[in-house]
Nanobody, 115 residues
Framework: QVQVAESGGGLVQPGGSLRLSCVTS????????MNWYRQAPGKAREWVAS????????NYANAVKGRFTISRDNAQNTVYLQMNMLKFEDTAVYYC????????WGQGTQVTVSS
């Protein structure tokens, strides 16, 4: 059974940093790309970043490019999202996602950027 557990969110001031983690189980983590998505209040869920199975190929949404860094630890079945220079508009629930998850989404982790 595929499961993910996102963590690391919280309340942070603009310009601050957070590191999100997503621990996975139920599939062969090292074989699949991983993504981070986010959903802000009243808005559709949007893709944030992706990383290939090997970690070589990485892509970011324009809104976070230069501020966020995605990484993975295949030995720990974990994907990370380092978020720096946070802005008000980064406030959202953040989710990790991978193809074997199908329609399943984890509970996400809330990130709130507020002064």
């Amino acid at each position: 059974q595929v499961q993910v557990a996102e963590s690391g969110g919280g309340l942070v001031q603009p310009g601050g940093s957070l590191r999100l983690s997503c621990v996975t189980s139920g599939f062969t983590f090292r074989d699949y790309m991983m993504n981070w998505y986010r959903q802000a209040p009243g808005k559709a869920r949007e893709w944030v970043a992706s990383i290939s199975s090997s970690g070589v190929t990485i892509n970011y949404a324009n809104a976070v490019k230069g501020r966020f860094t995605i990484s993975r630890d295949n030995a720990q079945n974990t994907v990370y999202l380092q978020m720096n220079m946070l802005k008000f508009e980064d406030t959202a629930v953040y989710y990790c996602k991978s193809p074997p998850m199908g329609s399943y989404w984890g509970q996400g982790t809330q990130v709130t950027v507020s002064s």
